[in-house]
């Protein structure tokens, strides 16, 4: 079946330093990707968002990179702050079918 | 401009009562979807509609029910709570019908649901 998965399910990030958490798909169909953060007590919050068509896009402070080879994708924060305490999680959507899938979720912890 | 409304915040059940979550948004949203979120598991999604009169299953279906006679409001109804169903659930929508897998999903603040 499909799968989303991310590496790390915590991370731990030096304030002002960049932070990489890394998400692996199984569907080689899959073809949009999308990024949230999810803070205590709320919803998903949407972050960046990528297609297959390409294989890097950024935003404010954040990129994201596809690796559709080895069916990968990074979000990249740079200079982490306070603010980006939370959980983030890698969805995957397929052409095939009108769902998103969602990995497991990386818990962002910054040290001062 | 509320966006995503998810009602109540939170309910405690006993096994075997019935109750419905009620999830409305005001964006026009044709594709709305419910997810259950428990510690470890990510969001799994439980039922979709890609507009009214329209659902499906997702990943997790089994004992609950959806319905969607208007564009607003996609409830949830469990009929047969059991502790299993002790979850976070969060409903979310998005704008487009036909690829609407392509764009990103707006979520509500969630429920916290527990079956004793």
């Known amino acids: 079946g499909e799968s989303v998965g991310l590496h790390l399910p915590t991370l731990s990030v030096q304030e002002g330093d960049n932070s990489i958490i890394n998400c692996a798909y199984s569907?080689?169909?899959?073809?949009?990707f999308i990024w949230y953060k999810q803070e205590s007590g709320k919803g998903p919050q949407f972050i960046i968002d990528?297609?297959?068509?390409?294989d890097k896009r950024q935003g404010q402070r954040v990129t994201v990179l596809l690796n559709k080879t080895v069916k990968h994708l990074s979000l990249q924060i740079a200079a982490t702050q306070p603010g980006d305490s939370a959980v983030y999680f890698c969805a995957v959507g397929y052409s095939s079918a009108s769902k998103i899938i969602f990995g497991s979720g990386t818990r962002l912890s910054i040290r001062p | 401009n509320a966006g995503v409304t998810q009602t109540p915040k939170f309910q405690v059940l006993k096994t075997g009562q019935s109750m419905t979550l009620q999830c409305a948004q005001d964006?026009?949203?044709?594709?709305m979807s419910w997810y259950r979120q428990d510690p470890g598991m990510g969001l799994r999604l439980i039922h979709y509609s890609v507009g009214a009169g329209i659902t499906d299953q997702g990943e997790v279906p089994n004992g609950y029910n959806v319905s969607r006679s208007t564009t607003e409001d996609f409830p949830l109804r469990l009929l047969s709570a059991a502790p299993s169903q002790t979850s976070v659930y969060f409903c979310?929508?998005?704008?487009?019908?036909?690829?609407?897998?392509?764009?990103?999903?707006?979520f509500g603040n969630g429920t916290r649901l527990t079956v004793t």
């Open positions: 964006m026009n949203h044709e594709y």
């Open positions: 569907n080689s169909a899959s073809d949009y």
């Open positions: 990528i297609r297959s068509n390409m």
């Open positions: 979310a929508s998005t704008g487009r019908s036909a690829s609407s897998y392509n764009s990103p999903l707006h």
